[in-house]
């Protein structure tokens, strides 16, 4: 069993940055491979970025591609995604997941793929 705690959302104006922590409990964090979600208001949660259990391969959704970042540090038990130049439309609740996903290139950006959520963290992005 793994449970994740996000942190590090908040309000930023457009342009910002900001970083979402991801904490795991657990002795097996490093057999996950982990992704971020979002889900802005009134709409369906969707895909941001999903990273392999070493941190070899990396994925993002087109719309975040060049902005965001996702990490991971093992030794911490820990996943992150760096934020740069936030738009208002990057307003969400922000979820990271966790899954033994063995594609990650066609599985990681399927919700259904991960098996333990957190609560999530709310980023709100002025204009």
């Known amino acids: 069993q793994v449970q994740l705690a996000e942190s590090g959302g908040g309000l930023v104006q457009a342009g910002g940055s900001l970083r979402l922590s991801c904490a795991a409990s657990g002795r097996t964090f490093s057999s996950y491979a982990m992704g971020w979600f979002r889900q802005p208001p009134g709409k369906e949660r969707e895909f941001v970025a999903a990273i392999s259990w070493n941190g070899d391969r990396t994925y993002y959704a087109d719309s975040v591609k060049g902005r965001f970042t996702i990490s991971r540090d093992n030794a911490k038990n820990t996943v992150y995604l760096q934020m740069n130049s936030l738009k208002p439309e990057d307003t969400a609740v922000y979820y990271c997941?966790?899954?033994?996903?063995?594609?990650?290139?066609?599985?990681?950006?399927?919700?259904?793929?991960?098996?333990?959520w957190g609560q999530g963290t709310q980023v709100t992005v002025s204009s």
């Open positions: 997941a966790a899954g033994i996903i063995f594609s990650i290139a066609t599985m990681g950006r399927r919700r259904g793929a991960y098996d333990y």
